[in-house]
Every structure is written in C-alpha cells, then in structure tokens.
C-alpha cells in the first residue's frame, strides 16, 4: 500500500472524508483513460471493441471471487446477507442470468465466440495481474479496506451513461441488446454505493484508517486504468500484441 | 493458469521437455520486447532508462519474498539450504551487500534518489501487479510449478551480457560501476538454474505435470514481457504516464 503515512491533522469529518473519496476519483477514474474517450467517441476498430470486451470479461468474471472474499470475512449475517446481493447480481440465479452472463452476451455480440471469451485464455498478461491483484487485495487486507476498494463504484453511473450512448451512436455493430449488461448496473451500483460508502464514512473514524480507506480506493483506481494502459498498448499501436494473446 | 489440457501424447523424455522449456524462451523470454531493444539499443532517453531502473527495483525487492515463501514450502532441509543461497544472493550477509543493494546503487547511479526507489511509491501499477502476481503464484502452486516459473534464469546471460554491453556503450551517463549489479548474476543464474531445471526435469514426469511446467514458465515470461509492456506505454509515448506515476 502506498501513502500509508499518517498525515499530521486530526481526523476528517464524515463529510469531508466522502469529498476526500470524490477527489480521488476525479483524478484517477478510468473514465478520463485515453483508451475510454478513444471506445466512447467512436475512434475504436471493431477489433479494438473486441479486444475491450474479451479482456473486461476476465474483470467481470472474478468480480463473484472477490466478494465471495469479503463475505468470507464480515463477522455478522447482517453485513454478510448485504453483501450476498452483489453474488446475486453477477452469477445470477439461474443459468442465462446475471452479470457475468450478460457479459458473455455483450462479447457475443460484438462478434467473440463465447467459448474463448469463457476460457481467458487470450486476455492480456497485464489484465490478469491487474485483476488478480484486486482479488488479492480484498482478501488480505482490513475488512475496512476491502470495503472501500469497492467504491469506484460511486463513479460509475456517469461513465456508463456516456459509454452506452457513445457506443450505440459511434458503432453500427452495436445494439441496444448488446449492451444490456449496463442497465441494471445502474440502479445496482447506486444501491451498493449507499452502503458502502456508509460503512466506510461510519467506520474509518482515525487519521490512520481514513488515512487507509483512501489509499484503496487509489489502489482500486489503478486496477481499473491499468487494464486500459494494457489494451491501450497492445491494440492502438502495431507490434506490441504480447506473446499468446487474442489477435483481432 | 493457461493451456493446462494435457495433450493427447506420452509423456516427453527429460530431453525433449529441455528443449520444450527453451522453446518457450525462444518465443516469449522479454530479451525480444520492443522496450529491451530501445534500451540497450541506446534509444532510450535518461529519464527512461532511470523510469527502467525504478520499476525493476520492484521486482529485485520482492524476489527475497517469493524465494522465502518457496523455502517456506520445500519439504527437506536439503531443499531449503538449495534455495536459501538465493536469499543470500538477494540479501546479502551485510549491510551494504547483496543483489538489492547493487540495484539501489544502479539506480542512484543513474540519477534516481535512494529514498524514492525503496519506498516504491512511484512505480507503475502494472509493475506492482505483475510482481505481485509472482509471488502469489509461487505462494499458491504446487512446488513444482514454483520451481519451474524460476527457469527464465536459464535466458538471463544472454540479456545481461547484451545489457551491460549495450548500456555502456550507448550511454555516457552509464559506467561499469553502475552495472555492477549484474557481474554477480552471470555466475548465480547458471548455478541456479543447474539445480532448478534437474528438479524440473526429474520430477515432472506426468504429461499434467510436464504441462504445469511449460505453463508456469509462459506465466513467469508473461510477469517479466509485461512490465515492459507497462514501461513502453507509459514512458515511450506521451500523455500516457498514470495518475501517481515516476514523471522524468
């Protein structure tokens, strides 16, 4: 972790540690990521698109780990039955349902076949480190912490409505359909957010662990931009695909 | 793990899984990246070269700690004395001495300051990732496949001898001093790898087994090509440095 050093001031108010929270993602959220203006302004190859969906499919389908991480951990069946939604949201509750299936859908649709989108094995080296990390990070870390890494969701809602009208109007091979995984997200995200962001702002009362909970969302921050440096590296300029990965 | 359906043959003689492990090398070892060319090439500029030197301090750091959860792992006391020479190498017996040390003055040598290096705080989240992912990977696989993601060493002399020909030639600001870092390596990496690939070789018998291990080395090549990947993208090209990141 880095920034870990106390600062030397007393605590943040709640309401100041939430404008603290917002600013790290005023500078750090994925949507001001060259590779997101160039996918929501039209500028991406029908290759491109895919290469985004097949590697946000690996994102995408460790998200259940991760919170299966967390619940794993929380000491109550309350805080455990909150955080269940969101296993619910991405697996869903019968086959053809959920998050990740929906995914699966949006990958279809741009032209993948859903076996090798389903086998990862065609997703860059540097989606999976980033990914992996994230699991990684909520299953070692404070339980506050792992919280808080889950709060780039309060940013959410903005890149989402700018991605779902840029790419139905930028792209003749994507419908509405297609983007189906982005509906519910935004009213899921929301709901999370409202109690995620109320048991960070409720329990990191200390410099030391406010000092904490910001320093996870930077973390979480850089898992989401470091997917887009990858892609952007390897699939806007010639020569840099690595060794073993999808090849549009 | 990727590529782990056995295929459909006998299992290779200790010969032929030598010369599958080389082959791996031979397509995927990050002498061959785009960024390796430019810097011993002499294309790079200074602020590349010391961006270079702050990230691969990362993973020097971190090399003691996969090697002792691997020590941590190993079931004889013969096993573990083996491996423990790696500790040394990497840590020294002193202070001021050992492979970390020698880094940290590589990197002063090149301009950067001590402080900034140890603390890591400037790297690329794609360099913590990637490290990150090492460790991990020799804390949860089996000790055979941990064994075998170290058999990159068996590439390593080339890439040294390359490098530190390369960079003095190329660069003023280069001396043999500031390599001294890798003189120690071209004898270590040999001996290591003497033991690292018997063990391979005689204990991956299986055609599962002889497959974990040509996985594992494409994951530990895929851990050292992307931190390049991270390098070149960020520093090669402008506008692409991360929120947080080393600025030359």
Known sequence: MNDMTPPAHAP???GELEAALRAVGAERYHNLHPF?????????TRGQVQAWALNRYYYQSRIPAKDAALISRLPTAELRREWRRRLLDHDGDAPGTGGIERWL????????DRATVESTEAILPGTRFAVDAYVTFVRENSVLEAIASSLTEMFS??????RVSGMLKHYDFITETTLAYFTPRLTQAPRDVDFALGYVL???RSVEQQAAVLAALRF??????SQ????????????NIPPGAFVP
Do not use: M, N, T
């Open 157 to 162: 809602p903005g890149i989402i409505s700018e």
């Open 220 to 225: 979480k921050c850089d898992v989401l931009w």
């Open 202 to 204: 409720q329990h990191a």
């Open 12 to 14: 943040l108010s709640p």
């Open 36 to 44: 997101h203006r160039r996918l929501h302004g039209g500028q991406c």
């Open 228 to 239: 887009l440096d990858a892609l952007d590296y390897a699939y806007v300029s010639p020569g």
């Open 105 to 112: 859908k949006l990958a279809e649709g741009v032209g993948l």
